[in-house]
Nanobody
Framework: VQLQASGGGLVQAGGSLRLSCAAS????????MAWYRQAPGKERELVAS???????VYADSVKGRHTISRDNARNTVSLQMSSLQPEDTAVYFC?????????????????WGKGTQVTVSS
C-alpha cells in the first residue's frame, strides 16, 4: 500500500498549482486524507484534510486560497493551490489513513507519500 504524489514545481507569486496523490495497493478503504508541508528549518504542518464524507479542515494560512478534494472511487486526493505566496514554499506530503487486506486479515495504517517540492518565487 502506497501513496504517489505529483504536481509540484516552480511558480511565481500569485500563481496556481495543483497537487494530486493516489493510494494504491490492496486497499479496502481510505479514511481521512490530508496534505502536509514542511518548509526548511520548520516542522511539518497540516495544510488541509478531508474526510470520506467531504468534511474539510484547513490551516488558517491557506483558507480561501487552497481547496482540498478527493475521489473516493479512485482513492485520490488533490490540493488546488491558488494565490501562491513565497511562504507557501515547502515540500508537500500527502497522508492517508488506510484499511487494507493482507492474507485474511484487515489492517489499518497511516501512510505517507514521498514529498513533492513546491517553490514560489517572489
Amino acid at each position: 500500500v502506497q501513496l504517489q504524489a505529483s504536481g509540484g514545481g516552480l511558480v511565481q507569486a500569485g500563481g496556481s498549482l495543483r497537487l494530486s496523490c493516489a493510494a494504491s495497493g490492496n486497499i479496502f478503504k481510505v479514511n481521512l486524507m490530508a496534505w502536509y508541508r514542511q518548509a526548511p528549518g520548520k516542522e511539518r504542518e497540516l495544510v488541509a484534510s478531508i474526510t470520506v464524507g467531504g468534511g474539510t479542515v484547513y490551516a488558517d494560512s491557506v483558507k480561501g486560497r487552497h481547496t482540498i478534494s478527493r475521489d473516493n472511487a479512485r482513492n485520490t486526493v488533490s490540493l488546488q493551490m491558488s494565490s501562491l505566496q513565497p511562504e507557501d514554499t515547502a515540500v508537500y506530503f500527502c497522508n492517508a489513513d488506510v484499511q487494507y487486506i493482507s492474507g485474511d486479515q484487515m489492517h489499518g495504517m497511516d501512510i505517507w507519500g514521498k514529498g513533492t517540492q513546491v517553490t514560489v518565487s517572489s
